[in-house]
C-alpha cells in the first residue's frame, strides 16, 4: 500500500488547512479524487473530497483510520471497487472490502448513512464487464439488507443504446470521467440523497 502514501498525505494537509467541519465525506478512488466541481455540485452537503488517485476499495479500508481521523461526517459517499477488478481481483474479493469498510464506519460513526456508488462501465475495461456487473449485484444484494446502506446506481445510465459503455461520458482514455460524467453522477447521486434526507 506504499504507493498511496503521497496521496494520504496530501489529504492529512489539507485536513489541517479547513476551517469547517464537512458533513459529507466523498470516499474513494480517482473518480472522486477528480471531481473538479464536487464542493459545488454538492454545496448544500458541506462536502469533503477524501478520494486519493488509484485506489482500490482494499486500500479505502487500509487508509480509512487514518484518513477519517479528525472527521466527524453525517454521511459518507464511497465510490471504489474499479481498480480492484483493474488489477485482477476477483468480486468476492471486492465484496469482502466492502464489508470491512462497513465495519470501519460502523465502529467510529455508528449507523450513519452510507452511500455506495455502483461500479461504472468502463470502455477501457470492457474486458472485465461480467466481473463488474456480478460485484454491483452482490454488493447491492447485500445493501439491501441494512436500511442504513444506500445503492447509487450509475452503470445502467452510463450505458448507450447498444449496451455499451457510453464515450460521451468519458475522457479519451475511456476510463475518467469528463464534465458530463459528473454531471451525470451528480444528478444521481443527488436525487438518492436528497429521497433518502426527505424521509427522515
Given at each position: ?70 472527521y ?21 474479493e ?11 464506519i ?89 429521497y ?5
Amino acid at each position: 500500500m506504499f504507493w498511496y502514501e503521497d496521496e494520504v498525505k496530501r489529504l492529512e494537509r489539507e485536513r489541517i488547512s479547513l476551517s469547517i467541519s464537512p458533513r459529507t465525506a466523498f470516499y474513494g478512488s480517482s473518480s472522486i479524487r477528480l471531481w473538479p466541481n464536487l464542493k459545488e455540485d454538492f454545496q448544500n452537503l458541506s462536502p469533503v473530497n477524501l478520494g486519493f488517485g488509484g485506489s482500490t476499495l482494499a486500500a479505502c479500508v487500509w487508509y480509512f483510520d487514518r484518513i477519517f481521523s479528525s472527521y466527524n461526517p453525517d454521511l459518507i459517499v464511497v465510490y471504489a471497487g474499479d481498480n480492484d477488478l483493474g488489477d485482477g481481483r476477483h468480486p468476492e474479493e471486492v465484496f469482502i472490502s466492502f464489508k470491512q469498510l462497513v465495519v470501519q464506519i460502523r465502529n467510529k460513526y455508528g449507523t450513519i448513512p452510507i452511500f455506495f456508488v455502483s461500479i461504472k462501465p468502463s470502455i477501457s475495461r470492457r474486458n472485465i464487464t461480467n466481473q463488474i456487473k456480478y460485484t454491483n449485484h452482490i454488493i447491492h444484494k447485500e445493501i439491501l439488507k441494512d436500511s442504513t446502506l444506500h445503492y447509487v446506481d450509475i452503470y445502467q445510465e452510463m450505458l448507450d443504446e447498444n449496451g455499451e459503455p457510453n464515450p460521451n461520458f468519458f475522457e479519451p482514455d475511456g476510463l475518467h470521467l469528463n464534465e458530463k460524467g459528473y454531471s451525470l453522477w451528480k444528478n444521481i447521486i443527488s436525487i438518492n440523497v436528497n429521497y433518502f434526507f426527505n424521509l427522515i
